[in-house]
């Protein structure tokens, strides 16, 4: 199913007829309940308005653009899928990051079960630079993305989703399906642990 093409069926061709205005300025979940109709043209304006933030994430998650690729048209066409059962109790940006989230978490456990016996992937040096040699030769927001590439995943999500993304510490407890505590205090470390790291680097102002 083509659900990104040429608008070609009946449901399309009468949102073609709309306002060009009108699509600019419908919300986003009033495009879900035109998706949750059938209506395809919907799915496309969600595509162009979040594809580009949902491929950014994915490529976070997973390291792989080709991957990320992937990921991201899966998770408009579960959009597709599950549009009936939107139930509008966060924002539609936050409901395709959370299905983002679950398609890389799947891919990477999968990819990770294909490679479980490639014991030579263990033996590959790391030829890169100490953390010092680096942050010599990058300024001090090269060097940041650097130190949060380097936290444990959980830290490492609740940053992105937060700083790169945009999202609440609300937003980000939906998309991670845990407490908004939990995502407080995995906050917490994580800044800590970006603060130190900063300021061993010699950057004295620390964390942001």
Avoid: C
Avoid at 41 to 47: E, G, M, N, Q, S
Avoid at 115 to 130: F, G, H, L
């Amino acid at each position: 199913m083509n659900l990104f093409g040429p608008i070609g069926d009946r449901a399309d061709k009468s949102q073609a007829a709309r306002p060009a205005m009108t699509a600019a300025t419908e919300t986003d979940r009033a495009l879900v309940s035109r998706v949750a109709k059938g209506d395809r043209a919907a799915v496309r304006l969600l595509f162009m308005r979040h594809h580009a933030r949902v491929y950014r994430f994915v490529v976070r998650q997973t390291g792989s653009e080709m991957m990320a690729d992937d990921i991201a048209n899966e998770v408009f066409l579960e959009l597709w899928r599950q549009a009936p059962g939107f139930e509008g109790r966060s924002e539609v940006s936050t409901w395709l990051l959370g299905i983002a989230r679950f398609k890389a978490l799947s891919s990477l456990r999968k990819k990770k079960e294909d490679w479980i016996d490639d014991n030579d992937a263990a033996q590959v040096p790391d030829s890169a630079d100490t953390p010092e040699v680096v942050t010599m030769k990058e300024d001090k927001g090269a060097a940041l993305r650097r130190f949060v590439d380097a936290l444990p995943e959980e830290h490492r999500t609740v940053i992105d989703l937060a700083y790169y993304h945009g999202q609440s510490v609300t937003e980000i407890g939906e998309v991670l399906g845990i407490p908004v505590a939990t995502v407080k205090t995995r906050m917490f470390y994580a800044r800590k642990k970006l603060g130190e790291a900063l300021k061993a680097a010699g950057y004295d102002r620390g964390w942001p």
